[in-house]
């Protein structure tokens, strides 16, 4: 049965990126291709996926399996170090939409900025090229941290997507603070917690009874509330069901700043100027 349709955030340059997606990693070809299918039958329609996962041939084949319109859908990926620069991005670009089975993109993102190359800057510029070119919809960035965001907007370019680390463990409030300032959108990679007893953690555990959810639909309930995109992996159709059926009941402000309460800070997030590929 396919849920409510996700609401969506309007971006600068005009596309509508649903609140609620699919994350595909790290899902293999075969595992992302009926997962992918299963989820736009389920009514996503945000699809999230990456260079680095070695899966995009996969979830190009899931699109194509469910027999969706194009331009019904939001297909999202990212690219790695290697392809840091103006004709690095294009190359990106080209081996993804390749492997996609698609002539455009509506959200490439830098996936990390590797500081110690200097370079994730002029990648960003490369994707505003494409964008101006109508190969791609929308400017985006993944785990930058604000002295990163900086240093792009120095160069004239405000990306419309900043994808980071974020549930309610690692609330991140500084960063979409800056996000907020600058009209960047805030999406959440793993916003279910990494590896952690979230789920299983009060007061989420009495919200879910309180409104007969599952625990995981209250917390993506959280992020989308506070207008941040979340993206959760699952390749269950019983569990890709739950997490869009979220759009029927809505958390009070107080039962917000409960769930926000359990921040434990940044001590667990990964550090960006230091990891990256």
Same mark, same amino acid.
């Given at each position: 049965?396919?849920?409510?349709?996700?609401?969506?955030?309007?971006?600068?340059?005009?596309?509508?990126?649903?609140?609620?997606?699919?994350?595909?990693?790290?899902?293999?070809?075969?595992?992302?291709?009926?997962?992918?299918?299963?989820?736009?039958?389920?009514?996503?329609?945000?699809?999230?996926?990456?260079?680095?996962?070695?899966?995009?041939?996969?979830?190009?084949?899931?699109?194509?399996?469910?027999?969706?319109?194009?331009?019904?859908?939001?297909?999202?990926?990212?690219?790695?170090?290697?392809?840091?620069?103006?004709?690095?991005?294009?190359?990106?670009?080209?081996?993804?939409?390749?492997?996609?089975?698609?002539?455009?993109?509506?959200?490439?993102?830098?996936?990390?900025?590797?500081?110690?190359?200097?370079?994730?800057?002029?990648?960003?510029?490369?994707? $505003?090229?494409? &964008?101006?070119?109508?190969? %791609?919809?929308?400017?985006?960035?993944?785990?930058? *941290?604000? +002295? /990163?965001?900086? @240093?792009?907007?120095?160069?004239?370019?405000?990306?419309?997507?900043?994808?980071?680390?974020?549930?309610?463990?690692?609330?991140?409030?500084?960063?979409?603070?800056?996000?907020?300032?600058?009209?960047?959108?805030?999406?959440?990679?793993?916003?279910?917690?990494?590896?952690?007893?979230?789920?299983?953690?009060?007061?989420?555990?009495?919200?879910?009874?309180?409104?007969?959810?599952?625990? $995981?639909?209250? &917390?993506?309930?959280?992020? %989308?509330?506070?207008?941040?995109?979340?993206?959760? *992996?699952? +390749? /269950?159709?019983? @569990?890709?069901?739950?997490?869009?059926?979220?759009?029927?009941?809505?958390?009070?402000?107080?039962?917000?700043?409960?769930?926000?309460?359990?921040?434990?800070?940044?001590?667990?997030?990964?550090?960006?100027?230091?990891?990256?590929?």
């Amino acid at each position: 049965m396919i849920s409510k349709p996700a609401p969506t955030v309007p971006l600068r340059n005009g596309a509508d990126l649903p609140l609620l997606g699919l994350g595909t990693w790290p899902l293999n070809d075969a595992e992302a291709a009926d997962t992918v299918a299963t989820a736009i039958d389920a009514g996503y329609r945000l699809i999230d996926t990456a260079e680095n996962y070695r899966n995009e041939a996969g979830v190009g084949e899931g699109i194509h399996r469910s027999g969706i319109e194009r331009n019904e859908l939001f297909l999202t990926t990212k690219f790695n170090k290697e392809w840091h620069g103006h004709d690095g991005a294009r190359r990106a670009f080209s081996n993804s939409s390749r492997l996609l089975g698609v002539d455009y993109i509506d959200l490439l993102l830098v996936h990390w900025p590797n500081p110690d190359e200097g370079r994730y800057v002029e990648a960003v510029e490369g994707i $505003a090229a494409l &964008v101006d070119e109508g190969l %791609v919809r929308a400017v985006g960035t993944s785990n930058f *941290k604000p +002295s /990163h965001l900086q @240093r792009v907007l120095d160069a004239g370019v405000i990306p419309e997507v900043n994808q980071i680390q974020l549930d309610p463990r690692r609330t991140r409030q500084d960063v979409r603070a800056f996000h907020a300032r600058h009209s960047i959108v805030t999406e959440a990679w793993s916003p279910l917690g990494p590896r952690s007893n979230l789920l299983e953690m009060p007061p989420i555990t009495s919200l879910a009874e309180q409104y007969g959810k599952f625990p $995981a639909q209250i &917390v993506l309930r959280w992020h %989308v509330q506070q207008g941040v995109v979340a993206i959760p *992996k699952s +390749s /269950h159709p019983g @569990r890709l069901s739950q997490n869009i059926d979220i759009f029927d009941f809505e958390l009070t402000p107080r039962e917000l700043d409960s769930i926000s309460a359990l921040d434990t800070g940044e001590s667990e997030i990964t550090d960006s100027d230091i990891f990256g590929h």
